[in-house]
C-alpha cells in the first residue's frame, strides 16, 4: 500500500524563502510600480482610437474595433502571466519581466509618431483622398502594440496576488486589493487627461515618450524593494496537480466508493482523516487508496472541485462586463461628434471621456469602503458579502445602458444638416459614465476578493488573473457584438450620426437582464468558504 503520509503538492506548492518580510513595509513599492505601469499603459491605450483615426487614417469603427482587441489582450493573456507564476518562476519574475517587453512596446510607438515613414500621409477628415497604411506601417504598429499589450497584462493582475501574498490576514488582504483598484483607476485618470492632452495639444511623440518613462520608474521601483518582498516560490505545477486527479479519478472509476476516510488519502498536517465532499462525488475515487498508486489527497481532489464550482459563477461576468467594453469604446466615438468644449477656450479630448467612469470608480470605491460599508454593518449587524456586492454592480451595469440609450437618442435627434453637426455638449454622457463607474466601484474589487479567498491555496496568481480573462474574452464578444448588428442590422454605420446606436444600448440591457437572471441563479446555489479574519498581520 502507497503511504499516505505523503505531503500534498497542495501543501508545497507556494512557499516563502527564509528572511522575507513582506507586511506593509512593501506596500509603497508594490503600488508605487502598479501606478507607474498604469500611466504607461494608459498613456498607449486611452487614445488609442483618436490615434488611429486621425495618423493611420482608419474608419471610426474599424478603429473602435483594434482599440478593443488590445483591451481584450491586456485583460486576456494575465491568465498566461499566472499559469506561468504559479508553476515555475513565481509572481516577481513574470513582472518584471513584462515590464521589459512593455518597455519596448512604448519605444516602438513613440517611433511611429516620431518618423513619418512609419505612418501614412495625413488627410483631412471626411476626404476620399486618405491613403491607408501600408503593410509595413501596420506592421510595426501592431508588434508596438502587441508588446505594449502583452507587458501590460503579465503585470497588471499578477502584482495583484504579489501585494496580497505580503499579508497573512483576509482583512489587510481587502484592503490592499481596494487600494490596488484604486491606485489602478487613479492612474488611468491622470494618463488619460495628462498624457492624452499632451498627446491631443503637443505630439503624440511627447505623449509616449512620457509612457515609456513611466514604464522605467516602475521596473526601478519594483526591483527597489526586492529586498523588502515576501516572494512565494512554486514547487511545481498546480496545473498537473489537479490533471492527475482527473486522471486518476478515470483509472479508478471500477473501484467502490468507501465511507471510511481511513481509505483515502490524507494530507501528512491533517491531525484526523477528511471525507471528501459529495458534490462531483465521482472524482473522490481518485483518492482511494491502492497498491502501488501515485498518491491523490482530498485536498487535491476538493481543490479540483472548487474550481468546478466556481465556473458558473465566473461565466456571469463575461456579459457582465461586455456592455462595459462597449461603451467604453462606443463614447470615444459618440463625443468626438459632440461639442467638447468646458468654459471659452478648453476643448476636452474625445479619448478623455472614459476617464468619468475611472473618478467615477475612485471616487465610490473610498466612500464604499470607508463610509457605507461600515454604515450597512452597523444598521444590519453584518457585513456586506462579496457576492452581494457584484449583485450590485451588475444592477447599476444595466442602469447606465439605459442611461447610454436615452442619451444617444437625445443625441441623434440634435444632429443638424448634412454636414453631421451635434448641437449638444458632450458632458451629457458623463451621468452614464458615472452609473458604470459606481457600478465597477462595486463589482471589481468584489470579484477579485472573491475568486482570491474561493481559489484553491496554490492558484492566488490565478485566481486574480481570472477576472482579467473574463475581461478580456468581453472586449473580443464586444467586437462579435459589433460585427453581429453591422452585418444584421443598419445601426452602426461608419458615420454613427447615420444610424441607431441607441439600439445597441438598448440590447445590452436586455443582455444584461439575461445574465444578472443567471448570475442569481448561480450565487444562490454558491456556498462560499468561511473565512476568519486574523487580527495579527506582520
Avoid at 488611429?52 to 491586456?74: D, M, P, R, T
Avoid at 495639444?201 to 513611466?214: H, L, Y
Amino acid at each position: 500500500m502507497a503511504d499516505n503520509s505523503v505531503a500534498s503538492m497542495d501543501e508545497a506548492a507556494r512557499v516563502s524563502p527564509k528572511g522575507r518580510r513582506g507586511g506593509w513595509i512593501t506596500f509603497p513599492f508594490i503600488i508605487g510600480t502598479m501606478g507607474c505601469l498604469t500611466l504607461a499603459s494608459g498613456g498607449v491605450v486611452a487614445n488609442l482610437i483618436v490615434y488611429l483615426i486621425q495618423e493611420f487614417n482608419i474608419k471610426s469603427i474599424s478603429a473602435a474595433k483594434i482599440y478593443n482587441f488590445v483591451n481584450g489582450s491586456i485583460t486576456l493573456f494575465p491568465i498566461v502571466g499566472a499559469v506561468i507564476a504559479d508553476s515555475f518562476v513565481g509572481c516577481f519574475s513574470v513582472i518584471w519581466f513584462s515590464l521589459v517587453i512593455s518597455l519596448l512596446g512604448a519605444v516602438i510607438l513613440v517611433l511611429t509618431a516620431a518618423v513619418d515613414h512609419l505612418r501614412p500621409p495625413a488627410c483631412e477628415d471626411g476626404s476620399n483622398l486618405c491613403r491607408y497604411p501600408s503593410h509595413l506601417q501596420f506592421t510595426v504598429l501592431y508588434l508596438g502594440l502587441a508588446l505594449a499589450s502583452l507587458g501590460t497584462a503579465g503585470t497588471r493582475f499578477t502584482i495583484a496576488t504579489m501585494g496580497a501574498d505580503q499579508f497573512d490576514s483576509p482583512k489587510h488582504q481587502g484592503i490592499f486589493f481596494n487600494w490596488y483598484i484604486f491606485t489602478m483607476y487613479t492612474a488611468t485618470v491622470v494618463s488619460s487627461t495628462a498624457i492624452v492632452y499632451v498627446q491631443d495639444n503637443f505630439s503624440w511623440t511627447w505623449g509616449f515618450t512620457i509612457s515609456a518613462v513611466a514604464n522605467v520608474l516602475g521596473l526601478a521601483l519594483l526591483l527597489s524593494g526586492t529586498r523588502s518582498y515576501r516572494l512565494l516560490k512554486p514547487q511545481g505545477s498546480p496545473f498537473t496537480s489537479l490533471a492527475r486527479v482527473a486522471v486518476a479519478a478515470v483509472s479508478k472509476r471500477k473501484m467502490t466508493l468507501s465511507e471510511k476516510n481511513e481509505d483515502y488519502y490524507q494530507d501528512s498536517t491533517k491531525t484526523a482523516p477528511n471525507q471528501p465532499s459529495q458534490f462531483f462525488r465521482f472524482l473522490n475515487r481518485a483518492a482511494l487508496q491502492r497498491e502501488g498508486d501515485r498518491v491523490i489527497t482530498v485536498k487535491q481532489v476538493e481543490s479540483l472541485k472548487s474550481l468546478i464550482k466556481l465556473l458558473p459563477l465566473w461565466s456571469t461576468g463575461l456579459l457582465l462586463c461586455t456592455p462595459l467594453a462597449i461603451q467604453l469604446s462606443l463614447t470615444v466615438i459618440q463625443a468626438l461628434t459632440m461639442d467638447r468644449h468646458l468654459g471659452g477656450r478648453f476643448k476636452v479630448p474625445a479619448g478623455s471621456m472614459p476617464v468619468f467612469i475611472l473618478v467615477s470608480t475612485s471616487l465610490f470605491i473610498f466612500i464604499i469602503d470607508r463610509v457605507a460599508l461600515p454604515l450597512w454593518e452597523r444598521v444590519t449587524t453584518r457585513p456586506l458579502t462579496l457576492l452581494q456586492r457584484v449583485g450590485i454592480g451588475h444592477i447599476l451595469t444595466i442602469a447606465s445602458m439605459a442611461a447610454s440609450a436615452a442619451v444617444e437618442r437625445k443625441r441623434l435627434r440634435s444632429v443638424v444638416g448634412k454636414d453631421g453637426i451635434v448641437g449638444m455638449s458632450a458632458m451629457w454622457l458623463v451621468p452614464q459614465l458615472a452609473i458604470a463607474g459606481l457600478g465597477e466601484a462595486f463589482h471589481f474589487p468584489g470579484q477579485i476578493a472573491l475568486y482570491y479567498q474561493e481559489f484553491p491555496e496554490t492558484l492566488k496568481t490565478t485566481s486574480t488573473a481570472a477576472v482579467a480573462l473574463f475581461i478580456g474574452i468581453a472586449f473580443y464578444c464586444s467586437n462579435a457584438i459589433i460585427d453581429l448588428v453591422r452585418s444584421v442590422t443598419t445601426w452602426l454605420p461608419d458615420n454613427i450620426n447615420d444610424g441607431r446606436l441607441d439600439n445597441l444600448y438598448w440590447l445590452c440591457c436586455v443582455l444584461g437582464g439575461l445574465n444578472l437572471c443567471y448570475f442569481i441563479v448561480c450565487s444562490s446555489l454558491y456556498k462560499c468558504k468561511s473565512v476568519e479574519e486574523s487580527s495579527s498581520d506582520d
